[in-house]
């Protein structure tokens, strides 16, 4: 067959299983009408094709069809960008006020205001005690610094709320730290657009943007978080330029504004000596003057213009308690 009528071989295959019956003159004249139909077809498309005018009346046409087919009202509009609504994929939460507690062993208690006011005692481990209490809203996240210079984000509706008899939930084991590393402070960035004060055992202090803490993504553990050059003793978050009190090993004590301090975007910034450096000198006390000296006393004589001080030397009378 290839060779008498000159054909390749998947026209020969065709051909030698077609059916006697189909090889009559009727059977020719169709397929031949077939051909004859798809070459129109051919030109049609590539007449179509060869203008881009025709291509889009043909959309057009298709359309216009289809509108006619199928009437119904739009279920659909357009809108401008600026229009668009963002919405979030987190599941909501219930905002309600709570207070944040964390003991010294590193146990965090989430009290609603209803809790609070029914408990009479609050549950610790044996040896363990209140470290630190603030408010703070179920909305909220928190940053959980540690020994290891490092701080963990989490999100206060992540941790049940806490019954007057029990003991909370245990960080190292909630936030899965490593084995030797412990919470050292805990606050509460709120919207991340103030500053986070730090004051260090070794007279360093630090002012640092919380937007240094924000993070693109759902990022847990943040590294090299915090100065790591002395242990932590003290953080807060600063809406407002405050007074602080630090008191040294050799019964010094150095009361400073925090206005003193410029804010740093660096997180893990070592920041300024705020006592003048003294070998064997470190902050044993951070407050203010009136928790540290007492109501009514004055604190000019403390009171440094600049940074580092070496602040004054307290005497007996100024603060009985430091010398009992």
Same mark, same amino acid.
């Given at each position: 067959?290839?060779?008498?009528?000159?054909?390749?071989?998947?026209?020969?295959?065709?051909?030698?299983?077609?059916?006697?019956?189909?090889?009559?003159?009727?059977?020719?004249?169709?397929?031949?009408?077939?051909?004859?139909?798809?070459?129109?077809?051919?030109?049609?498309?590539?007449?179509?094709?060869?203008?881009?005018?025709?291509?889009?009346?043909?959309?057009?046409?298709?359309?216009?069809?289809?509108?006619?087919?199928?009437?119904?009202?739009?279920?659909?509009?357009?809108?401008?960008?600026?229009?668009?609504?963002?919405?979030?994929?987190?599941?909501?939460?219930?905002?309600?006020?709570?207070?944040?507690?964390?003991?010294?062993?590193?146990?965090?208690?989430?009290?609603?205001?209803?809790?609070?006011?029914?408990?009479?005692?609050?549950?610790?481990?044996?040896?363990?005690?209140?470290?630190?209490?603030?408010?703070?809203? !179920? *909305?909220?996240?928190?940053?959980? &610094? +540690?020994? %290891?210079?490092?701080?963990?984000?989490?999100? =206060?509706?992540?941790? @049940?709320?806490?019954?007057?008899?029990?003991?909370?939930?245990?960080?190292?084991?909630?936030?899965?730290?490593?084995?030797?590393?412990?919470?050292?402070?805990?606050?509460?960035?709120?919207?991340?657009?103030?500053?986070?004060?730090?004051?260090?055992?070794?007279?360093?202090?630090?002012?640092?943007?919380?937007?240094?803490?924000?993070?693109?993504?759902?990022?847990?553990?943040?590294?090299?978080?915090?100065?790591?050059?002395?242990?932590?003793?003290?953080?807060?978050?600063?809406?407002?330029?405050?007074?602080?009190?630090?008191?040294?090993?050799?019964?010094?004590?150095?009361?400073?504004?925090?206005?003193?301090?410029?804010?740093?975007?660096?997180? !893990? *910034?070592?920041?300024?000596?705020? &006592? +003048?450096? %003294?070998?064997?000198?470190?902050?044993?006390? =951070?407050?203010?003057? @009136?928790?540290?000296?007492?109501?009514?006393?004055?604190?000019?004589?403390?009171t440094a213009q600049s940074l580092p001080s070496?602040?004054?030397?307290?005497?007996?009378?100024?603060?009985p308690s430091l010398f009992d």
């Open positions: 067959l290839m060779k008498g009528f000159d054909i390749d071989e998947t026209q020969a295959e065709f051909v030698a299983e077609l059916k006697l019956r189909n090889i009559n003159e009727e059977y020719i004249l169709n397929r031949t009408k077939d051909i004859a139909k798809l070459e129109g077809e051919i030109a049609e498309l590539e007449e179509i094709l060869s203008s881009e005018e025709n291509i889009k009346k043909v959309i057009s046409d298709e359309l216009a069809a289809v509108n006619k087919k199928y009437v119904m009202p739009r279920r659909t509009g357009r809108i401008e960008p600026h229009e668009v609504i963002e919405v979030s994929l987190e599941p909501e939460v219930e905002e309600y006020p709570v207070t944040i507690m964390l003991s010294h062993d590193g146990y965090l208690k989430k009290m609603t205001d209803r809790v609070l006011k029914k408990a009479t005692t609050l549950k610790y481990k044996d040896g363990d005690k209140p470290f630190i209490e603030f408010p703070s809203s !179920n *909305t909220h996240e928190l940053l959980v &610094f +540690t020994n %290891k210079s490092q701080v963990y984000k989490c999100k =206060v509706a992540a941790f @049940e709320d806490t019954k007057s008899a029990q003991l909370g939930s245990y960080l190292p084991t909630d936030l899965e730290m490593e084995p030797d590393e412990s919470v050292i402070w805990v606050i509460d960035p709120e919207d991340y657009k103030a500053d986070v004060l730090f004051v260090f055992e070794n007279g360093r202090v630090v002012r640092v943007a919380l937007s240094g803490y924000v993070t693109k993504t759902n990022r847990k553990r943040l590294k090299n978080a915090i100065y790591g050059g002395s242990k932590l003793l003290y953080a807060q978050v600063l809406k407002e330029d405050r007074d602080l009190a630090l008191v040294s090993s050799d019964y010094r004590l150095m009361n400073f504004n925090t206005s003193l301090l410029k804010t740093k975007t660096t997180t !893990n *910034t070592q920041g300024v000596q705020a &006592f +003048t450096a %003294k070998k064997g000198r470190s902050v044993t006390t =951070v407050g203010t003057t @009136e928790e540290i000296l007492g109501a009514g006393v004055s604190a000019e004589k403390f070496a602040g004054a030397l307290m005497k007996e009378n100024d603060m």
